[in-house]
């Protein structure tokens, strides 16, 4: 969760916003917001309105695109270069429901 909470403050700094901020954003006092911020542990409709108030998406990515969306990320790639299911030699699942994903 740790990761998380770090990912949250570094983008609220990263946007310029403070704490006391988010009330108007999100709805959430600022002693909320503080103590999510540092020890929390957010439910996931809490962790999609923060994401949202922050201009993010919470999203959950199968294991094996896990490689490939973080390349793109760090702009080692492009999602052209990327096979659809992470490269040639690694076998499709079966009924994919991320098959086409990046593609445009």
Known sequence: MSKILNQIKNRRKYLSFKQKDMMLRIGMSKQQYQRLESR??????????????LRMEVLLIPQEKLRAIRDILEGRTSTAEIEVYGGPNVEPPHDDPWEGLLEE
């Open 40 to 53: 929390g542990n957010p439910r996931l409709h809490t962790l999609e309105l923060i994401a949202k108030g």
